[in-house]
């Protein structure tokens, strides 16, 4: 059976700023909890800043807290911490490992998402196989970049997203107000950092942006 997200989907990628603490923790897998019943598809952990040990422990404690639910757990870089702590898959960075070397030594099943700058580099990883998604960006000026960070804007995104049959998951300076113009040019979807991190309503924030991706009934 596929572990493929549904698409449109909602991906909540966790901001790497927290602290090791295991109540600062709780409260991160908490809120992740909250999002996870409220709608998001996947989640994206990415706190490099912690040790392997408390990496694959916080792994666990999420993967536990969503288990009931359809919400998939996926690792930011690391495959073997992801296979260890039995997420649902990886998240490789652009310039991160060749998604046919990452599939070799992964279960059936084992999801893998990629995050993808340009057209051609979305074209050149679908080309190379094994891919189940792509992120895609940066589509907006978003907080997590800097000023000068290049933009991909829509019409990047609209051209990515008509050049590969991957689903594409557009980041970078997403909102509620931004998902139909997102979906409109293609999108399978919206990852953020920022927009969820800073919410004091996560679950509200992710079940607004489900009611934005989701078109009314008889609408096409």
Same mark, same amino acid.
């Given at each position: 059976?596929?572990?493929?997200?549904?698409?449109?989907?909602?991906?909540? !990628? $966790?901001?790497?700023?927290?602290?090791?603490?295991?109540?600062?923790?709780?409260?991160?897998?908490? +809120?992740?909890?909250?999002?996870?019943?409220?709608?998001?598809?996947?989640?994206? %952990?990415?706190?490099?800043?912690?040790?392997?040990?408390?990496? #694959?422990?916080?792994? +666990?404690? !999420?993967?536990? *807290?969503?288990?009931?639910?359809?919400?998939?757990?996926? %690792?930011?870089?690391? $495959?073997?911490?992801?296979? *260890?702590? @039995?997420?649902?898959?990886?998240?490789?960075? &652009?310039? @991160?490992?060749?998604?046919?070397?990452?599939?070799?030594?992964?279960?059936?099943?084992?999801?893998?998402?990629? &995050?993808?700058?340009?057209?051609?580099? *979305?074209?050149?990883?679908?080309? $190379?196989?094994?891919?189940?998604?792509?992120?895609?960006?940066? !589509?907006?000026?978003?907080?997590?970049?800097?000023?000068?960070?290049?933009?991909?804007? #829509?019409?990047?995104?609209?051209? $990515?997203?008509? &050049?590969?049959?991957?689903?594409?998951?557009? %980041?970078?300076?997403?909102?509620?107000?931004?998902?139909?113009?997102?979906?409109? /040019?293609?999108?399978?979807?919206? /990852?953020?950092?920022?927009?969820?991190?800073?919410?004091?309503?996560? /679950?509200?924030?992710? /079940?607004?942006?489900?009611?934005? #991706?989701?078109?009314?009934?008889?609408? !096409?």
């Amino acid at each position: 059976m596929s572990l493929a997200p549904p698409f449109p989907s909602i991906c909540i !990628v $966790t901001r790497g700023r927290g602290t090791s603490g295991s109540d600062e923790r709780l409260k991160l897998v908490g +809120r992740l909890a909250a999002a996870a019943r409220a709608g998001a598809d996947m989640i994206q %952990i990415r706190e490099r800043h912690f040790d392997d040990r408390v990496l #694959l422990e916080f792994a +666990r404690e !999420v993967i536990e *807290a969503v288990r009931p639910l359809r919400t998939r757990v996926l %690792i930011n870089e690391r $495959t073997d911490i992801a296979l *260890a702590s @039995g997420a649902d898959g990886v998240h490789l960075k &652009s310039d @991160g490992p060749r998604v046919p070397d990452v599939r070799r030594i992964v279960p059936d099943g084992f999801l893998i998402g990629r &995050s993808v700058h340009a057209e051609g580099e *979305a074209r050149a990883v679908q080309t $190379t196989g094994g891919c189940d998604y792509l992120f895609f960006g940066t !589509v907006f000026r978003s907080a997590s970049k800097p000023d000068n960070h290049p933009l991909a804007g #829509l019409e990047g995104l609209r051209a $990515t997203c008509a &050049s590969v049959a991957l689903p594409v998951i557009a %980041i970078g300076g997403m909102s509620v107000v931004r998902v139909p113009d997102v979906r409109a /040019a293609g999108a399978g979807g919206i /990852a953020a950092i920022s927009l969820f991190a800073e919410t004091p309503d996560i /679950a509200g924030l992710t /079940a607004s942006i489900r009611d934005a #991706l989701t078109p009314p009934a008889g609408h !096409v």
